[in-house]
């Protein structure tokens, strides 16, 4: 079980428990903010009905069947959740009722909640103003049970009754809804924060397999090509030549017709790999060194890197070299239904020619400027940046850092393929790190890492997190034996050296002075 669903299981817990607790003990609260706010109602009715009494007092009159039925429709227009009113004369017999046919729906209830008021069955003091009734109410559906608060006060000769049904509606509802979703979004934020904390601190590589490196596979050569950050370093140059080659192939489509054209650039393996390909209006940039190959090393193979067009299928399938300054490229293959004749063909091998400098450019970016056994930029790469940033820096100022991580200090029991192997899976995670903060190289048994921009206080705090973050991983050397990685890093920056000393000698420095 992952860490995500621990903490999600967790969560789901905790809230299920919060919402019982909650309407277990908060909805005893919520009942009595009911009944202080129906009080409260009663006594403004209550005041009303004797401002009524006073002033026909003062015209010398009693109140009459006019106006206590005046008086009633008032009150259920002004307080529409009130179900049943009624007043009694001296005798207890009923004077007057008025219901609402919302809540009081048959007779019976109706008859009920009279009777039990004439009968002065209502148990109601000074300390206790309302009581609760629960009343059975046969309908259609069945027999409901229905609750109300009643509130019986004694105004003159008379005495009124006040019957509300139980309601949750209105302010309480919104409160409680507001309750409810502060709840729900402290828990979510509570946990989110401990999710963070524990993907953060938590050492990855104890009891998770996700984060260790089997490396047992001795021998195996490193595929260049598949890895995350080898797409991301060769990104531009990729981009760069896609276009060229979208709008080529888009031009001869057009004035050929043909079904597919794909492009295959020629790799250190010995094969043709497919790298582009416009199919109908489908443009692809393919960026597996296994998905569609050609072999390059038979007979019709080895024509081709002579510069031989191969015309294959009756002119239907024609593979076009790719020659730039006498160095073969890869190729060019167009599939047409109707074939191709000959003169087309010369037409599209001079055509293709604008993109030979192009594809060039491409293969030097990925041959030279990328380390084909890891997918991380080269020490080639990395001199020029260099170098570029300390011109920048006697220019301009513009501060820069260099970092130098070194993995394998107590790791001796593997070889240099594994260690390559080890390097592709780990860059991921220098990646997350760095983001577009600086470049990470591959520089003979090291990894270094060029942070223009950055002074020496922000160069060893990132190389205190990347130190966290790498010994989260271990080395499986045997089925027995893994060794978790311990990395060594040394830092220095241009700020602190000075214009005269090598950040890149100081950085290694300090890597052998700690270990």
Same mark, same amino acid.
């Given at each position: ?33 009911? $009944? ?296 060019? $293959? ?182």
């Amino acid at each position: 079980m992952t860490t995500k669903s621990r903490v999600i299981a967790a969560g789901t817990v905790f809230l299920v428990l919060s919402m019982f607790l909650y309407f277990t003990v908060r909805f005893k609260y919520i009942e009595r903010d009911i $009944v202080r706010s129906l009080v409260v109602k009663t006594n403004r009715i209550v005041a009303e009905y004797r401002a009524m009494e006073k002033r026909l007092a003062g015209k010398k009159q009693a109140p009459s069947s006019e106006d206590l039925s005046g008086f009633l429709g008032a009150v259920h227009k002004s307080n529409r959740d009130i179900a049943l009113m009624a007043i009694t004369n001296p005798d207890l017999s009923v004077r007057l009722s008025s219901k609402n046919d919302r809540y009081i729906r048959t007779t019976g209830l109706f008859e009920a909640i009279l009777n039990d008021f004439t009968r002065n069955a209502f148990a109601i003091s000074r300390e206790n103003p309302y009581t609760v009734r629960y009343y059975n109410e046969k309908t259609a559906r069945g027999i409901d049970q229905v609750k109300f608060y009643i509130f019986v006060t004694r105004v003159g000769e008379y005495r009124l009754m006040i019957a509300y049904p139980y309601l949750f509606r209105g302010e309480i509802l919104v409160r409680t809804a507001l309750e409810l979703a502060l709840i729900i979004a402290f828990i979510v934020v509570v946990f989110a924060a401990l999710y963070i904390a524990l993907t953060k601190r938590r050492p990855r590589g104890v009891g998770d397999e996700r984060y260790t490196i089997d490396v047992g596979l001795r021998d195996r050569a490193v595929s260049r090509g598949d890895g995350i950050v080898s797409r991301d370093t060769a990104s531009i140059a990729s981009d760069t030549l896609g276009g060229y080659v979208h709008e080529l192939f888009k031009k001869v489509s057009r004035a050929y017709g043909a079904d597919s054209i794909s492009l295959y650039i020629f790799h250190p393996s010995g094969r043709l790999v497919k790298t582009m390909e416009l199919n109908g209006n489908t443009f692809l940039k393919i960026d597996s060194v296994s998905f569609d190959t050609i072999d390059a090393g038979d007979e019709a193979g080895r024509e081709l890197q002579g510069g031989a067009t191969m015309v294959l299928e009756d002119g239907r399938r024609v593979l076009i070299p790719l020659v730039y300054n006498n160095a073969f490229l890869g190729c060019v $293959v167009m599939l047409k239904r109707d074939g191709l004749q000959g003169s087309e063909i010369r037409e599209l091998k001079t055509a293709m020619a604008g993109i030979l400098k192009n594809i060039h450019d491409y293969m030097v970016v990925n041959d030279v400027m990328i380390d084909a056994e890891t997918g991380l930029y080269s020490k080639i790469y990395f001199n020029l940046k260099y170098d570029e940033c300390r011109k920048t820096w006697k220019g301009n100022g513009r501060i820069f850092s260099v970092m130098i991580i070194w993995l394998f200090d107590k790791i001796e029991q593997i070889n240099n393929n594994e260690k390559n192997t080890a390097i592709r899976l780990i860059a991921p995670s220098l990646a997350d790190i760095i983001k577009n903060e600086g470049f990470i190289c591959r520089y003979d048994e090291y990894l270094a890492v060029l942070l223009p921009d950055a002074g020496v206080r922000s160069a060893r705090n990132m190389a205190r997190e990347i130190k966290g973050s790498l010994s989260s991983f271990r080395i499986r050397i045997s089925a027995e034996t893994a060794v978790r990685v311990a990395p060594l890093a040394g830092v220095a920056s241009i700020d602190m050296a000075g214009a005269d000393q090598d950040c890149l000698g100081i950085a290694m420095r300090q890597i052998h002075q700690v270990g």
